[in-house]
């Protein structure tokens, strides 16, 4: 799923082949070393997948590609709009299936934090530090001790992002959510020099390909994992299976890591040409969003450190489940 600790890659001249994965942050610069990163696993052939899951990418892409075509000026992680020297970069998100997890859970603290992550991710993308955050909370039924645990983890992401949390929406909507259940999205606005903007178009042959760690399984894959911990006959509760402190469940919920500090440090350090938030769609969906055309990513899949976690996943994906391991 994620990349874990990054190595170098090289960008060479080759045909778009497909390659999977699942989020981390990449940055692309010239020639350099870096750390490992976590395991990519091949496609196996006949086996369950996203869609079988419940979640449609090539819906979601078809979708995109028919937006694109009553406003041409989307696509990429973020949208960019001229102000003085500088471009306004804002983007939107949520928190997906993972709330399914929260609420088993009754652990509600860490969601903010998931859904600061997954806007401010995608706008640092341009290379736009965040300057403020809005958020969108809708429940049947409003519980306020459930939503000030929300909202604790928002600011507590927004402090991590060093940007203001301006304020947001509360929507109480009876008959449209289950009971004790709620749904949330956030709003992410930040700024970036127009002479310092990242968007790919420098990227050439023999630039490296970085990956940046990640904190765990992020914000992204839920309805597939939950697949998973459905047939392994493991409670939420149980204690980590691979040995690891404290609960699958609180494992599943390790808060999506914040990139900001360290991708702007990195920008300050070195010419980063170009970079993608891996999420949805992994690899093959992604990536190609900020290569510049007839240039791909030779990736080297053995020299990843693959985490218990998702070794655990994928174990009993492709045990139970035939799980397609591109999509672990």
């Known amino acids: 799923m994620q990349l874990g600790k990054g190595r170098?890659?090289?960008?060479d001249k080759l045909p778009r082949q497909p390659v999977q994965g699942h989020r981390c942050r990449i940055c692309l610069r010239k020639r350099s070393r870096a750390r490992p990163a976590s395991q990519l696993c091949l496609a196996q052939a006949?086996?369950?997948?996203?869609?079988?899951?419940?979640?449609?990418?090539?819906?979601?892409?078809?979708?995109?590609?028919?937006?694109?075509?009553?406003?041409?000026?989307?696509?990429g992680f973020s949208g960019l709009v001229p102000f003085g020297d500088s471009f306004l970069v804002a983007g939107t998100d949520g928190v997906g299936t993972k709330l399914k997890l929260a609420f088993d859970m009754q652990t509600h603290d860490t969601i903010g934090i998931d859904l600061v992550a997954m806007s401010v991710n995608d706008i640092i993308t341009s290379g736009a530090k965040p300057m403020f955050f809005l958020d969108y909370f809708a429940t049947a039924k409003l519980d306020v001790d459930v939503a000030e645990s929300?909202?604790?983890?928002?600011?507590?992401?927004?402090r991590q992002s060093d940007c203001a949390l301006l304020g947001g929406e509360t929507a109480e909507m009876p008959g449209l959510y289950q009971p004790g259940?709620?749904?949330?999205?956030?709003?992410?606005?930040?700024s970036v020099k127009q002479d310092r903007v990242i968007d790919g178009k420098q990227i050439q042959e023999g630039d490296v390909l970085?990956?940046?760690?990640?904190?765990?399984?992020h914000s992204n894959g839920f309805s597939l994992v939950r697949k998973v911990v459905e047939v392994s006959g493991k409670s939420l509760q149980d204690p980590a299976p691979w040995g690891g402190?404290?609960?699958?469940?609180?494992?599943?919920?390790?808060p999506t890591l914040i990139y900001v500090k360290?991708?702007?440090?990195?920008?300050?350090?070195?010419h980063v040409k170009g970079c993608v938030h891996i999420t949805g769609g992994g690899f093959t969906e992604n990536l190609p969003r900020v290569m510049p055309k007839g240039l791909a990513c030779r990736v080297q899949t053995s020299s990843w450190e693959w985490p218990p976690l998702f070794q655990w996943l994928q174990q009993v994906g492709s045990r139970?489940?035939?799980v397609d391991s591109a999509n672990m």
């Not at 259940?181 to 930040?190: C, K, L, N, S, T």
Request: net charge negative.
């Open 8 to 11: 170098a890659y090289i960008i």
């Open 46 to 75: 006949q086996s369950l997948d996203y869609k079988q899951a419940g979640v449609d990418i090539d819906a979601g892409a078809e979708l995109v590609r028919r937006i694109q075509k009553l406003n041409p000026s989307i696509g």
């Open 150 to 158: 929300v909202v604790k983890g928002i600011v507590e992401g927004c």
């Open 181 to 190: 259940e709620y749904d949330v999205a956030g709003f992410a606005v930040g």
């Open 210 to 217: 970085l990956a940046l760690p990640s904190s765990g399984l």
């Open 245 to 254: 402190a404290g609960t699958l469940g609180h494992a599943l919920l390790e």
């Open 262 to 270: 360290r991708l702007l440090a990195l920008t300050d350090a070195v």
């Open 320 to 322: 139970n489940l035939h």
